[in-house]
């Protein structure tokens, strides 16, 4: 039996995730302090209800410590409101500290610039191998600096797999995505399968920010932005940072999917080994 609703109250509201709204919330039983994502399910087919469902089922097997703790789910069907259970991450999102430094003209230590590349990279080891979900990938689908999320100690947390979905899934989610798609990959854009190398060129495009604090592809329109992608022409990150996270940063934003690095590959790049501590 899960929890009920009025277990918990409301402290604030500190985000939109995929399709809801995140809120801070403490339990009353402990005062543990938690985050629920609301989903309203009213107007979604029935679809795209089956895809929430399956969202909720990723997150439930998904337990690993660089991907954010699914606890529960409450549906409130007086409501068609599903609220979704997790941890919550204290350092907020990468979103919110690149826009710190660009207010302050700070760049990111290249430290934590590889420890995130290497905790994303565990996350997406998971997400990517075939030891959950009967056996089927899952994809994120949509990695980008707002759902990167950093814990008490500092560590990454990959969230809101909302439009995750497992691959050979029926559920299709009708997306639209909001904002504009800095991050898509040629693939996607020239309307191939999304795959997991698809997650892998938006880690690029996510580290690429981290050091440069600004997307590699900009441009003021998508018909532009669409064009920039398939060049895969970028300017090198900052002179400060190594020929090393360059180097990673090419391999990532190469234009052929089937020539991109898997996660486990970048994982066991010696530059990687040599840059990160084995704590984690
Ligand atoms: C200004 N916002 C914040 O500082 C912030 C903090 C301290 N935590 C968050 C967000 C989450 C958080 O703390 N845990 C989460 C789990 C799932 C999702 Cl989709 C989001 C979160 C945010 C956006």
Same mark, same amino acid.
């Not at 929430?52 to 007086?78: C, D, G, I, Q, Y």
């Given at each position: ?9 409301? =402290?604030?509201?500190?985000? %939109? ?5 995140? $809120?801070?919330? $403490?339990?009353?039983? @402990? ?18 209800? &089956? ?17 954010? #703790? ?10 068609? *409101? ?13 979103? $919110? ?10 760049? =990111? ?9 290497? &905790?994303?990279?565990? /996350? =997406?080891?998971?997400?990517?191998? $075939? ?7 899952? =994809? ?11 814990? /008490?100690?500092? @560590? ?12 050979? %899934?029926?559920?299709?989610?009708? *997306? ?8 898509? %990959? ?31 592809? &900009?441009?003021?329109?998508? #018909?532009?932005?669409?064009? #920039?992608?398939?060049? /895969? ?6 002179? &400060? ?21 898997? /996660? ?13 501590? *084995?704590?984690?």
């Amino acid at each position: 039996m899960g929890p009920k609703l009025e277990e918990f109250e409301i =402290l604030s509201t500190i985000g %939109s995730g995929s399709h809801g709204t995140v $809120r801070k919330i $403490r339990r009353r039983l @402990d005062n543990q302090i938690l985050v629920w994502k609301e989903l309203n399910y009213g107007s979604m087919s029935e679809t795209e209800k &089956q895809g929430l469902v399956t969202e909720v089922n990723l997150l439930r097997e998904l337990r690993h410590p660089n991907v954010v #703790k699914f606890l529960h789910h409450v549906v409130e069907r007086r409501t068609t *409101t599903l609220y979704i259970l997790m941890e919550y991450c204290p350092g907020g999102d990468l979103k $919110r500290l690149i826009s710190k430094c660009r207010q302050t003209s700070t760049f =990111l230590e290249e430290g934590f610039i590889w420890r995130v590349l290497k &905790q994303v990279c565990q /996350a =997406l080891k998971v997400c990517h191998s $075939r030891d959950l979900c009967g056996g089927r990938i899952i =994809l994120h689908r949509d990695i980008k600096p707002a759902n990167v999320f950093l814990d /008490a100690e500092g @560590d990454v947390k990959l969230g809101d797999f909302g439009l995750a979905r497992t691959l050979n %899934s029926e559920a299709s989610f009708a *997306t639209t995505f909001v904002g504009t798609p800095y991050y898509m %990959s040629p693939e996607v854009i020239n309307g191939q399968e999304y795959n997991e190398k698809s997650d892998m060129w938006s880690l690029g495009c996510l580290i690429y920010e981290l050091c440069a604090l600004h997307p590699p592809f &900009q441009a003021t329109n998508h #018909k532009q932005l669409s064009a #920039k992608i398939r060049e /895969a022409r970028y300017d090198r990150i900052p002179i &400060q940072y190594s020929n090393e996270l360059q180097e990673i940063l090419s391999l990532l934003l190469t234009y052929e999917d089937f020539l991109r690095p898997t /996660a486990l590959m970048v994982l066991h790049h010696t530059a990687l080994q040599a840059r990160t501590s *084995t704590k984690n």
